[in-house]
């Protein structure tokens, strides 16, 4: 029982460091690919290439003046960005990080909680993360935070349903909730093969969800100053700003273990290693897959446009409903047939 | 271990859902309903009922009550404003709530609490709950799902301009 309780504890923490840690350095790595992608150095004054940059970004926002509006709501002020925080971090307790690693006779799942409901359970988390934006545009007592706030919230709500109705057609092919079987059956061949347009869609809903360019319309500078954190300073605003980068990491695990396999690594039996290794191995794997899926959100940032508030309305309820919901259909048909 | 989960959840269930109505401002008292709603999600999971305690957070606290929230930041109503109701309209609502609480005293006398009343367990296991809505309960699911289609082309009538 106590061996259990602080493997437990030590995983939560490790999952916890690093979740920070890449968040951190995925600050640095945007600077740098913006950099290069518009001819030009990024940061490289702190440190080799740069590496010390973030932890100065740290250092400078928590020596900042804490400034408050006189007519904020006081405590829903302090609960925004906190809440925000969170939720993007709760995410990450049932993704499935690796197979067994067994000491001495027990076994130890590199997966915080297993249960039967792991995908409703971050549908879940998903739907909770608007109220952090929510909760501190509106207490700012700000117009344009506000508006920020209104813009964030109808957007989530929109592009939760085409991803909803993504994950479901994955759901209705695998025929478990739990993340664990879902990427134990891709050992033969990944999700993505069967499903890819369920993946587009997920992956532009993970776009939209994340508030990341080209849906970064809630806090669209040259409309609206910084959107729903234009009243906040400091590590407050740090915490937004964080979160987002969180989200990307975890939106980015889930994709790789939805859709590619997860920890999985192809011919990785036909090494000959101990279990333990293969273990260690298929986590390092997935992390791969994860740093490229945020390259990929990178990428995407630094290369494509803002959309129109109307055409981001259009793309969710036209295109990408009907979509996901003709995907879902043909899925169900196909099941049916098999 | 078991019983004190309980009367956490139970005393913050309560406590929440007395701040919903005390709360002067509305946009509080949305905040202390979708506390409400995640104490008796767990109560759900309490109960072995995953699904449910899931899919009511979604729901629930996920889909409606962001809605409310945002309705009533758009109206961003304030103390000033607050509409003060006459007397008629406050004797009446003391008396439906009062009808309100002998109706559930009543339905709380007959009710035999000696035993336990869930004679299966694992029901809120979501793959029993869709065995037994997709066979037992088939035609109900459907109609409440022809009712909700119903009400969605409704609401998209009703704001399309002509």
């Given at each position: 029982?106590?061996?259990?309780?602080?493997?437990?504890?030590?995983?939560?923490?490790?999952?916890?460091l690093?979740?920070?840690?890449?968040?951190m350095?995925?600050?640095?790595?945007?600077?740098?690919?913006?950099?290069?992608?518009?001819?030009?150095?990024?940061?490289?004054?702190a440190?080799?290439?740069?590496?010390?940059?973030?932890?100065?970004?740290?250092?400078?926002?928590?020596?900042?003046?804490?400034?408050?509006?006189?007519?904020?709501?006081?405590?829903?002020?302090?609960?925004?960005?906190?809440?925000?925080?969170?939720?993007?971090?709760?995410?990450s307790?049932?993704?499935?990080?690796?197979?067994?690693?067994?000491?001495?006779?027990?076994?130890?799942?590199?997966?915080?909680?297993?249960?039967?409901?792991?995908?409703?359970?971050?549908?879940?988390?998903?739907?909770?993360?608007?109220?952090?934006?929510?909760?501190?545009?509106?207490?700012?007592?700000n117009?344009?935070?506000?508006?920020?706030?209104?813009?964030?919230?109808?957007?989530?709500?929109?592009?939760?349903?085409a991803?909803?109705?993504?994950?479901?057609?994955?759901?209705?092919m695998?025929?478990?909730?739990?993340?664990?079987?879902?990427v134990?059956?891709?050992?033969?061949?990944?999700?993505?093969?069967?499903?890819?347009?369920?993946?587009?869609?997920?992956?532009?809903?993970?776009?939209?969800?994340?508030?990341?360019?080209?849906?970064?319309?809630?806090?669209?500078?040259?409309?609206?100053?910084?959107?729903?954190?234009?009243?906040y300073?400091?590590?407050?605003l740090?915490?937004?700003?964080?979160?987002?980068?969180?989200?990307?990491?975890?939106?980015?695990?889930?994709?790789?273990?939805?859709?590619?396999?997860?920890?999985?690594?192809?011919?990785?039996?036909?090494?000959g290693?101990?279990?333990?290794?293969?273990?260690?191995l298929?986590?390092?794997?997935?992390?791969?897959?994860?740093?490229?899926?945020?390259?990929?959100?990178?990428?995407?940032?630094?290369?494509?446009?803002?959309?129109?508030?109307?055409?981001?309305?259009?793309?969710?309820?036209?295109?990408?409903?009907?979509?996901?919901?003709?995907?879902?259909?043909?899925?169900?048909?196909?099941?049916?047939?098999? | 271990?078991?019983?004190?989960?309980?009367?956490?959840?139970?005393?913050?269930?309560?406590?929440?859902?007395?701040?919903?109505?005390?709360?002067k401002?509305?946009?509080?008292?949305?905040?202390?309903?979708?506390?409400?709603?995640?104490?008796?999600?767990?109560?759900?999971i309490?109960?072995?009922?995953?699904?449910?305690?899931?899919?009511?957070?979604?729901?629930?606290?996920?889909?409606?009550?962001?809605?409310?929230?945002?309705?009533?930041?758009?109206l961003?109503?304030?103390?000033?404003?607050?509409?003060?109701?006459?007397?008629?309209?406050?004797?009446?609502?003391?008396?439906?709530?009062?009808?309100?609480?002998?109706?559930?005293v009543?339905?709380?006398?007959?009710?035999?609490?000696?035993?336990?009343?869930m004679?299966?367990?694992?029901?809120?296991?979501?793959?029993?709950?869709?065995?037994?809505?997709?066979?037992?309960?088939?035609?109900?699911?459907?109609?409440?799902?022809?009712?909700?289609?119903?009400?969605m082309?409704g609401?998209?009538?009703?704001?399309?301009?002509?």
């Open positions: 029982m106590i061996v259990y309780l602080i493997y437990k504890v030590a995983l939560i923490t490790t999952i916890l690093l979740s920070l840690l890449i968040a350095y995925a600050t640095l790595v945007e600077r740098k690919f913006a950099g290069f992608i518009q001819d030009r150095y990024g940061p490289d004054r440190g080799p290439w740069g590496i010390l940059q973030p932890v100065c970004d740290g250092v400078k926002l928590f020596f900042k003046e804490e400034y408050m509006p006189n007519t904020a709501d006081k405590f829903l002020y302090i609960l925004g960005p906190c809440l925000t925080m969170m939720v993007s971090l709760l995410t307790a049932v993704i499935p990080w690796g197979g067994t690693i067994s000491i001495a006779g027990n076994n130890f799942p590199l997966q915080v909680a297993s249960s039967s409901v792991d995908i409703l359970y971050i549908f879940a988390v998903v739907s909770m993360g608007v109220y952090g934006i929510m909760i501190g545009g509106w207490a700012s007592n117009k344009f935070a506000l508006l920020g706030a209104v813009r964030a919230s109808s957007q989530m709500i929109s592009y939760e349903l991803m909803g109705l993504a994950i479901a057609s994955v759901i209705l695998t025929g478990t909730l739990s993340l664990q079987q879902t134990d059956q891709q050992t033969s061949m990944w999700n993505v093969v069967y499903q890819p347009l369920a993946f587009l869609i997920f992956f532009i809903c993970a776009l939209a969800e994340t508030n990341r360019a080209p849906f970064d319309l809630p806090e669209c500078e040259g409309e609206l100053v910084g959107g729903y954190h234009t009243e300073s400091a590590m407050k740090g915490f937004y700003l964080f979160s987002e980068y969180i989200n990307m990491f975890i939106s980015s695990a889930i994709m790789a273990t939805l859709f590619f396999g997860g920890y999985h690594m192809p011919f990785i039996d036909k090494l290693l101990s279990p333990n290794l293969l273990t260690l298929g986590t390092a794997f997935l992390f791969v897959k994860i740093f490229l899926f945020l390259l990929l959100f990178i990428w995407v940032r630094w290369t494509l446009p803002r959309f129109r508030y109307d055409q981001l309305m259009k793309l969710g309820w036209k295109v990408l409903f009907p979509l996901a919901l003709i995907n879902l259909i043909i899925t169900g048909i196909v099941m049916l047939l098999k | 271990m078991e019983k004190y989960i309980f009367f956490t959840l139970s005393g913050l269930a309560i406590f929440s859902a007395i701040m919903v109505l005390v709360s401002r509305p946009v509080h008292s949305v905040l202390y309903l979708i506390l409400c709603f995640f104490t008796i999600a767990g109560h759900y309490m109960l072995n009922a995953q699904f449910l305690a899931v899919v009511h957070i979604i729901v629930y606290a996920g889909a409606i009550m962001v809605l409310f929230l945002f309705t009533l930041m758009l961003n109503l304030n103390l000033a404003n607050e509409l003060r109701k006459s007397i008629l309209a406050r004797v009446t609502a003391v008396i439906a709530g009062g009808l309100l609480l002998v109706t559930l009543a339905v709380l006398k007959g009710l035999d609490a000696s035993g336990p009343i004679a299966n367990t694992q029901i809120g296991m979501t793959t029993n709950i869709g065995k037994v809505l997709f066979n037992e309960y088939m035609f109900p699911f459907e109609a409440a799902s022809v009712l909700f289609l119903a009400a082309v609401a998209v009538m009703m704001v399309k301009k002509e």
